[in-house]
Each structure stands twice: as C-alpha cells, then as structure tokens.
C-alpha cells in the first residue's frame, strides 16, 4: 500500500523564522511529488518535483526532492502570518492518476 | 469568471437520502477528480474521470455514483446516504492528469445526521 508521511503534524512559530516541513514517501512506481497550500478553503498548486536534486523556487519557498531516500522538504523563509495554513504533499505513482495524499502540516505563524 | 465551481458549499441531509453535489470547470481540462477530507486520513480520491463519458474508481468509490456527460460537469451522488460518508468533498480538474497540478474547488461540507 503507497504511503506518504508528513511531518511535523503541526508547528507554531514567529514571523520571521525559517521552517522545514517534510514529506517521507513509500510508493510504487513514482512519477512525481506535489506540495499544496490550504488556506481556509480549496489546496492551490506549490510546486511538483520530478528530478532529485533539483531545487524549485517560489520567493520565500523552496522545495527539493530526494529519491533516493524518497522524501521531500519544503522551506519556507522570513515566514509571514499570510504562510499560517495546511500544507500538503501528494505523490503520483503507479497508475496515471493514482495520488496519495498525506495528512498535511499545520503551520501557524504568529506575530 | 474562470474557475471551479461547487455547489451547494454547505448540505444537512439525513440517512438514507440521495444527495448530488455539483461542481462546474471553465477551463476546458480533461480531467477532473472527486475527493473527500477527513481528519487523519488527507485526501482520498473517491472518482476521476479523463473525460466525457469516461470515469473509473479512486481509492474509496464505494456508496458513491459520478457521470461525465459533459466536459465542464462532473456531478457526484449519494445513491443512499451514511454517517460515514460525512465529509468535506473537494472537486478538482487537471490539463494532464493526477499528477499534474490540480485546481481546487472550495469544498462543499456535507453532514449527514
């Protein structure tokens, strides 16, 4: 059974600080890893990494992805109270439109 | 307005009952996905489909009947409601598939009594 493992589950920290979210994976037949944000609402797109060692830049976020230890980490830098959501990593594997999901990182971040 | 819509954001039913739950897209994607959240287990695809008139089983199919006689709609139903199924029901489309990126509707929040 494929399994995707997020840690921590949740995190508080203060506007400014630095926070590594990971995402440990144990599938069959990987295609490709996606993180996304939910706010309130609906999850939006992040990033999706296929390659290792291939760094994918948004402004203050950054992800890479190891395939060899299969995992993933998400940074985000000079953390803003607008970063305060779930974020969620997803790994496409096996059949075309097989995704798993895991049960996301809590990220608040206070003033 | 461009986007993926869900209809009704809210839905009280009680056991039993049949219950349809929309969700509309304008961008022309072919693909589209039914999802449902819940504590301690993420998202789970329920449904997908790679277009019109073409659908196949997720994860947890299982109480659960779509179509796709349209590209822009791709309903989700009930046939006979459980306390189980009480959720938060996410529809999703994608250009390319599942594990390409994929654009959100803002959820319908379904509780079943």
Same mark, same amino acid.
């Given at each position: $059974?494929?399994?995707?493992?997020?840690? +921590?589950?949740?995190?508080?920290?203060? $506007?400014?600080?630095?926070?590594?979210?990971?995402?440990?994976? $144990?599938?069959?037949?990987?295609?490709?890893?996606?993180?996304?944000?939910?706010?309130?609402?609906? +999850?939006?797109?992040?990033?999706?990494?296929?390659?290792?060692?291939? $760094?994918?830049?948004?402004?203050?976020?950054?992800?890479?992805?190891?395939?060899?230890?299969?995992?993933?980490?998400?940074?985000?830098?000079?953390?803003?109270?607008?970063?305060?959501?779930?974020?969620?990593?997803?790994?496409?594997?096996?059949?075309?439109?097989?995704?798993?999901?895991?049960?996301?990182?809590?990220?608040?971040?206070? +003033? | 307005?461009?986007?993926?819509?869900?209809?009704?954001? &809210?839905?009280?039913?009680?056991?039993? !009952?049949?219950?349809?739950?929309?969700?509309?897209?304008?961008?022309?994607?072919?693909?589209?996905?039914? &999802?449902?959240?819940?504590?301690?287990?993420?998202?789970?695809? %329920?449904? &997908?489909?790679?277009?019109?008139? %073409?659908?196949?089983?997720?994860?947890?199919?299982?109480?659960?009947?779509?179509? !796709?006689?349209?590209?822009?709609?791709?309903?989700?139903?009930?046939?006979?409601?459980?306390?189980?199924?009480?959720?938060? &029901?996410?529809?999703?489309?994608?250009?390319?598939?599942?594990?390409?990126?994929?654009?959100?509707?803002?959820?319908?929040?379904?509780?079943?009594?």
């Amino acid at each position: $059974e494929d399994k995707v493992v997020q840690s +921590p589950l949740s995190l508080v920290v203060h $506007e400014g600080d630095t926070v590594t979210l990971n995402c440990s994976y $144990e599938v069959t037949n990987f295609r490709s890893l996606l993180w996304y944000k939910q706010e309130k609402k609906a +999850p939006t797109f992040l990033f999706m990494l296929t390659s290792s060692g291939i $760094e994918k830049k948004s402004g203050r976020l950054s992800s890479i992805l190891d395939k060899k230890e299969l995992f993933s980490i998400l940074n985000i830098t000079a953390t803003q109270t607008g970063d305060s959501a779930i974020y969620l990593c997803a790994v496409n594997s096996g059949g075309y439109q097989k995704v798993t999901f895991g049960t996301g990182t809590k990220l608040q971040v206070i +003033p | 307005d461009a986007g993926i819509t869900q209809s009704p954001r &809210y839905k009280i039913t009680e056991t039993g !009952r049949q219950v349809t739950l929309m969700c509309h897209q304008t961008w022309s994607h072919s693909y589209m996905f039914w &999802y449902r959240q819940d504590l301690g287990h993420g998202l789970r695809l %329920i449904y &997908y489909s790679a277009a019109a008139d %073409i659908t196949d089983k997720g994860e947890v199919p299982d109480g659960y009947v779509v179509s !796709r006689s349209k590209t822009e709609n791709f309903p989700l139903t009930l046939e006979s409601a459980t306390r189980s199924q009480t959720s938060v &029901y996410f529809c999703a489309s994608s250009e390319w598939g599942g594990g390409q990126p994929q654009h959100f509707g803002d959820g319908t929040r379904l509780s079943i009594l």
